[in-house]
C-alpha cells in the first residue's frame, strides 16, 4: 500500500507455512526482503495470521525480515546468533540505500549505525560502516536516543570522517 509517507508492504505471519525446513523458510523470506529492497519499500509489516502459523510464526518472520535489513555492519551487533538465523547464509544480498557509499561528486551518503554509548554533552558513540571501530557524533537537539537502538546517518567525508545524525530508522 503506497501511502504519502512511502510504500507499505504487508507479510503474513503464515508466509513460510509450507516452506519443509528453516533453510527454505529462511530462503523463501530472503525473497520477500529481496521485493521489497527492488520496489523501496518503506516498511515491511508483519500481521497475524494464527489459522496459517505452524511451526514458524510471526516472531520468526520478523526477525529474520529485520536481519536481511540490517546493514551487514551492524548485524553482528544488533542480532547477535540467535537460531532463527541459523540459515541466513542464504539471505541474498539487498541493495538498499542504506548500503550507499560516498559518491564521486562530493554530495553526501546515507547509512544506519548501532548507538553502543551515550556520553555527556549530547554526544553518542555510534557502530557504522563508515569506520571499523565507533565515531563519536553528536545527537540533534530533541532526539532521544538509547544503547543498541539504530539511527540514520549522512556522511559528507570518510576520510577523517564527517557525518551527522538525522535521525531513527
Not at 503474513?12 to 523470506?29: G, H, I, Y
Not at 547509512?111 to 565515531?135: A, D, F, Y
Not at 553528536?138 to 536516543?145: C, F, H, N
Request: proline fraction near 9%; charged fraction near 30%; include cysteine.
Amino acid at each position: 500500500m503506497r501511502t504519502e509517507d512511502g510504500l507499505t508492504i504487508c507479510v503474513p505471519s503464515s508466509v513460510v507455512r509450507e516452506a519443509e525446513d528453516d533453510r527454505e523458510a529462511t530462503r523463501k523470506l530472503g525473497y520477500v526482503a529481496r521485493a521489497a529492497a527492488v520496489f523501496r519499500a518503506d516498511r515491511l509489516v508483519v500481521f497475524p495470521d494464527r489459522e496459517g502459523e505452524r511451526r514458524r510464526g510471526g516472531e520468526y518472520v520478523r526477525t529474520v525480515l529485520g536481519y536481511a535489513a540490517t546493514p551487514p555492519g551492524l548485524r553482528k551487533d544488533l542480532w547477535g546468533e540467535r537460531g532463527e538465523l541459523r540459515y541466513a547464509g542464504v539471505l541474498p544480498p539487498l541493495r538498499v540505500p542504506w548500503r550507499t557509499g560516498s559518491t564521486p561528486s562530493g554530495e553526501e551518503s546515507k547509512t544506519q549505525g548501532l548507538v553502543t554509548e551515550v556520553g555527556p554533552e549530547g554526544r553518542v558513540r555510534v557502530n557504522s560502516p563508515l569506520r571499523e571501530h565507533p565515531i563519536s557524533l553528536l545527537v540533534p537537539s530533541g532526539m532521544e536516543v538509547e544503547p543498541g537502538e539504530r539511527v540514520t546517518i549522512r556522511a559528507s567525508s570518510r576520510e577523517p570522517v564527517r557525518a551527522r545524525i538525522t535521525g531513527k530508522p
